[in-house]
């Protein structure tokens, strides 16, 4: 059984809406860039410092959609791109956690 090749990527955005959209394009400008065979999963990781979904993955505060958002999608769509969300539809479950006021992304 053959393996099929990785491509790992890993990426820590800016936390400025007006940086993150430059930032993403430029992601997506290299994914696009780069010779990816047809077989090979591209697996991104990292902190985009963006919520996809602001009415299902927060808590407290005033989380807003972004306009990264956007970008983001595209390149989930171009890159043919599989994401925790879409595997996990129901669940609710944050990576950062403040006490008071209570705000959970």
């Known amino acids: 059984m053959q393996e099929k ?10 936390n400025k809406t007006s940086k993150q959209c430059t930032f993403f394009q430029k992601i997506q400008t290299k994914l696009d860039s780069l010779n990816i065979e047809s077989d090979c999963d591209i697996i991104i990781g990292g902190d985009f410092n963006v919520i ?45 956690q403040q006490k008071n006021p209570v705000i959970q992304r």
């Open 5 to 14: 090749p990785l491509v790992f990527v890993n990426i820590y955005a800016p």
């Open 52 to 96: 996809l979904d602001p009415e299902f993955v927060a808590l407290g505060g005033q989380p807003k959609l972004k306009e990264p958002v956007k970008i983001i999608e595209q390149i989930c769509l171009s890159s043919d791109l599989d994401i925790w969300r879409v595997r996990n539809p129901n669940e609710r479950c944050f990576s950062r």
